[in-house]
């Protein structure tokens, strides 16, 4: 279906530690690749925001825990309630299919807390939380627990459970009222950082970013199996001469699943890989500069033609325009002031 003609509204959450005051809406303008913005809704360092599935509600980190919005006609967001996760600010977010459970990551104290979501929209109270354990002070980057990322599976059957400081992924299994029970572990290269799991879009293959290799390890996924992700290759994610500068941050999939893109902080570029869809495999096609420093968050239009990059320490979102068949990324409009953009989701109107 064509969305030239179809509205779309476009959230970046950010750090409110000076000109920004929260939430930045946008309009989005998907023919031509690029978003305007029309209002920012003040909350308390936003720095990770989500949607429920059906785009009705938008859930956002906060100073005192997490907050929800009710999604309005215009796209204009109402605030409905704020719930304490009893521990340290998260950094990401993610519902399970139903809406009726928040999954809140916690990277400065380790801690992964399952919120209840209401009917209404709104946040209840803690299901569960678990404290993940590991070596070293509470100064230690690596050896102490630094969870960055809780996502399910697609069938649900696990919660996907990244930990950069202990270099593993932990697999839950979480009941209908919210109850976490370790069943697997994924355990990555010493000190590789896993920071973000990302799923095909069929649901076969799982990619993990992993920030300080700089890599991107490729797993089949196998829900019944004995070992459940099975891994069948790891990727480098920049030029060997600048692993040294680079952090990988962020992994996108195009929507036909034969396209993925990680963003390189440090380097500041995007590399593009083609995915075979029988395999699941990645091969490098180009590896381009995002025009902005250390881009925290990339994010492609929804018809695949275009791809923001959220570039954190610049203060800027940068638009371009992807030329799949020779692999580039083109410049594409005027850069955006934006005070520490952190992510950003789209719905439509």
Same mark, same amino acid.
């Given at each position: @279906?064509?969305?030239?003609?179809?509205?779309?509204? +476009?959230?970046?959450?950010?750090?409110?530690?000076?000109?920004?005051?929260?939430?930045?809406?946008?309009?989005?303008?998907?023919?031509?690749?690029?978003?305007?913005?029309?209002?920012?809704?003040?909350? %308390?360092?936003?720095?990770?925001?989500? @949607?429920?599935?059906?785009?009705?509600?938008?859930?956002?980190?906060?100073?005192?825990?997490?907050? +929800?919005?009710?999604?309005?006609?215009?796209?204009?967001?109402?605030?409905?309630?704020?719930?304490?996760?009893?521990?340290?600010?998260?950094?990401?977010?993610?519902?399970?299919?139903?809406?009726?459970?928040?999954?809140?990551?916690? /990277?400065?104290?380790?801690?992964?807390?399952?919120?209840?979501?209401?009917?209404?929209?709104?946040?209840?109270?803690?299901?569960?939380?678990?404290?993940?354990?590991? @070596?070293?002070?509470? +100064?230690?980057?690596?050896?102490?627990?630094?969870?960055?990322?809780?996502?399910?599976?697609?069938?649900?059957?696990?919660?996907?459970?990244?930990?950069?400081?202990?270099?593993?992924?932990?697999?839950?299994?979480?009941?209908?009222?919210?109850?976490?029970?370790?069943?697997?572990?994924?355990?990555?290269?010493?000190?590789?950082?896993?920071?973000?799991?990302?799923?095909?879009?069929?649901?076969?293959?799982?990619?993990?970013?992993?920030?300080?290799?700089?890599?991107?390890?490729?797993?089949? /996924?196998?829900?019944?199996?004995?070992?459940?992700?099975?891994?069948?290759?790891?990727?480098?994610?920049?030029?060997?001469?600048?692993?040294?500068?680079?952090?990988?941050?962020?992994?996108?999939?195009?929507?036909?699943?034969?396209?993925?893109?990680?963003?390189? +902080?440090?380097?500041?570029?995007?590399?593009?890989?083609?995915?075979?869809?029988?395999?699941?495999?990645?091969?490098?096609?180009?590896?381009?500069?995002?025009?902005?420093? /250390?881009?925290?968050?990339?994010?492609?239009?929804?018809?695949?033609?275009?791809?923001?990059?959220? %570039?954190?320490?610049?203060?800027?979102?940068?638009?371009?325009?992807?030329?799949?068949?020779?692999?580039?990324?083109?410049?594409?409009?005027?850069?955006?002031?934006?005070?520490?953009?952190?992510?950003?989701? /789209?719905?439509?109107?």
């Amino acid at each position: @279906m064509s969305t030239d003609k179809e509205k779309y509204v +476009a959230y970046a959450g950010t750090y409110t530690l000076g000109k920004s005051k929260g939430i930045h809406i946008f309009d989005m303008d998907v023919a031509s690749g690029r978003i305007t913005e029309t209002k920012e809704v003040p909350i %308390n360092n936003p720095s990770y925001i989500t @949607m429920s599935p059906d785009k009705k509600f938008l859930y956002s980190v906060c100073d005192e825990g997490v907050t +929800a919005f009710k999604i309005l006609d215009d796209g204009d967001l109402e605030f409905i309630n704020l719930q304490s996760i009893k521990g340290m600010r998260g950094c990401h977010l993610s519902t399970n299919k139903a809406n009726t459970l928040l999954f809140v990551s916690g /990277y400065h104290d380790g801690k992964l807390t399952v919120m209840h979501i209401n009917p209404d929209g709104s946040i209840g109270e803690i299901a569960d939380e678990v404290y993940h354990k590991g @070596m070293g002070s509470i +100064a230690d980057r690596n050896f102490r627990p630094h969870i960055s990322q809780a996502i399910l599976t697609p069938d649900e059957a696990f919660l996907c459970v990244c930990d950069l400081g202990i270099d593993q992924v932990k697999l839950y299994q979480v009941s209908p009222s919210g109850k976490l029970k370790l069943v697997d572990v994924i355990r990555t290269q010493l000190e590789s950082a896993p920071r973000m799991l990302l799923f095909s879009p069929d649901g076969k293959f799982a990619y993990v970013v992993c920030e300080l290799k700089n890599i991107i390890d490729v797993y089949a /996924y196998h829900k019944d199996a004995k070992e459940k992700f099975e891994f069948i290759q790891s990727i480098f994610t920049v030029r060997g001469a600048n692993k040294a500068i680079s952090a990988a941050a962020c992994i996108t999939i195009s929507s036909d699943g034969g396209f993925l893109f990680c963003s390189n +902080a440090g380097d500041n570029s995007v590399t593009t890989y083609k995915i075979d869809k029988e395999t699941g495999m990645l091969t490098t096609k180009s590896c381009l500069p995002v025009s902005g420093d /250390y881009p925290k968050d990339i994010c492609l239009f929804p018809d695949d033609k275009h791809l923001l990059s959220l %570039n954190h320490e610049a203060g800027t979102i940068t638009t371009f325009t992807i030329n799949y068949e020779k692999a580039l990324i083109v410049m594409n409009g005027p850069i955006l002031k934006i005070e520490k953009p952190n992510n950003i989701i /789209y719905k439509k109107l």
